[in-house]
């Protein structure tokens, strides 16, 4: 069978290929091939490998020279706050100046701050900003990205953001999975009616679940903004209806949330930089991906999730960015990684892992996308270097040359084709 397009001349193709979760010392594991091909059929992969693609080529057939270069499977940014209005500089001076992030948020700021401006945006410009991260995902060669909502805490608004990232999806080259994050934090006209506003986010899920907006809940599981029983209690909810679950759990104090994340089965704990030794080896024992966030710390000048004592203990990891405008305000997946190394002491075998198996697997969409494997979706990126660990090594910069989404080249030398 003849293809659309084959990808030749490449030095060398990176991807997973166990059976994810990817766990402990798996995560060490990835296929290298060189000197090999890849050949694409309908905007999925027909084959790869080291050996003879003659066959797969006809007159029609599109020949994508890598010149040598280094191919990944695209990349995937499995925890983002995309949707929001506005942008907070105007914290960063309390920031620097030492004031703790929960201490912003307790004295209307923060996340508030953002809910203020996603409220008064319309549609349109909350489509416009969005677009223009996705843009500059895209050249950082991500495919696939999660998104919360949890800039409205009230229906309305929560809506809007969920249907601009649906609108989004139908549009622009990367695909978005949605979130509903009603239980960011309690929208100040609750102030002092958390258990007023957990109901309303109870009564609101069924409106979300109906409309088909989300396919995930999460919750802001944290002192002084949703306890473990608050989170037991929506999430649980949440579950009901069919939606699956994710926490934020033990970023910032150690509360207990990565526990209760495999209590509930949730598909995964994210943050976790408090989390306890206990829940570490509770997390170790499930299928909960830990999704772990290390430009949060470096932003919030924390310490960094305990990668290492992670993979010890058998967990099954992946990394994300975060993006959003309080404690991540960047959309570099690269740089993510590239703390992976550095900070979270992971090696870049188990951070493409990371990025792109395990990132799939909690959005439970490991069957098209995440690897390089025949019949998954060409989402497929080419790196302007000749192995993994040059993209760890060679920090701060966009290290993509060519994208690929369903096998369409979308960007080619780093521009937008
Ligand atoms: O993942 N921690 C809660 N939510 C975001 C921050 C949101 C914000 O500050 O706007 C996070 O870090
Ligand atoms: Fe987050």
């Known amino acids: 069978m003849s293809a659309d397009l084959v990808i030749l001349n490449i030095g060398s193709l990176v991807t997973p290929y166990i059976v994810p ?240 994340a495999v209590e509930l089965d949730a598909s995964s704990a994210d943050h976790l930089m408090a989390v306890s030794v206990e829940d570490i080896k509770k997390i170790a024992g499930s299928n909960v991906v830990a999704n772990l966030l290390p430009s949060t710390s470096f932003y919030l000048n924390k310490d960094y999730a305990n990668a290492r004592l992670m993979i010890k203990e058998g967990c099954a990891l992946a990394i994300s960015s975060d993006y959003n405008p309080g404690s991540s305000p960047s959309e570099n997946l690269q740089f993510s990684m590239q703390l992976g190394a550095n900070k979270l002491k992971m090696s870049p075998s188990e951070i493409l892992n990371a990025v792109t198996i395990n990132a799939a697997y909690h959005l439970r969409i490991d069957k098209e996308v995440g690897s390089i494997e025949i019949g998954k979706k060409a989402d497929l990126v080419i790196m302007d270097s000749f192995n993994l660990e040059y993209i760890m090594y060679h920090y701060g910069i966009n290290h993509v040359k060519d994208v690929f989404k369903n096998g369409q080249l979308v960007v080619h030398n780093k521009q937008f084709i």
């Open 21 to 260: 979760p990817v766990k402990g010392e798996d995560m060490n594991k990835v296929k290298s091939l060189s000197n090999a091909f890849i050949a694409i059929k309908d905007g999925l992969i027909l084959d790869f490998g080291e050996g003879e693609y003659s066959k797969y080529i006809n007159k029609k057939t599109i020949i994508h020279d890598a010149d040598g270069k280094l191919v990944l499977p695209g990349l995937i940014d499995s925890h983002t706050h995309l949707i929001h209005a506005g942008s907070r500089e105007h914290e960063f001076a309390l920031k620097m100046a030492g004031v703790p992030y929960l201490e912003i948020l307790a004295n209307g700021g923060g996340i508030l701050s953002t809910v203020k401006s996603t409220r008064e945006s319309s549609k349109k410009d909350l489509c416009n900003k969005a677009y223009y991260s996705l843009n500059e995902m895209l050249k950082l060669g991500v495919t696939t990205i999660e998104a919360k909502s949890g800039y409205g805490l009230n229906l309305e608004t929560e809506v809007k953001q969920l249907e601009v990232a649906k609108e989004l999806d139908t549009y622009q080259n990367i695909d978005i999975i949605s979130t509903y994050l009603g239980a960011h934090a309690t929208p100040l006209e609750y102030k002092g009616r958390k258990d007023e506003y957990i109901e309303s986010v109870i009564k609101d899920l069924e409106v979300i679940k109906e409309k088909g907006l989300a396919k995930f809940v999460d919750i802001f599981c944290e002192d002084s903004v949703f306890n473990l029983e608050d989170s037991r209690r929506i999430l649980s909810e949440a579950k009901k209806l069919g939606f699956e679950v994710k926490i934020h759990a033990d970023e910032i104090v150690s509360l207990g949330g990565g526990g209760l």
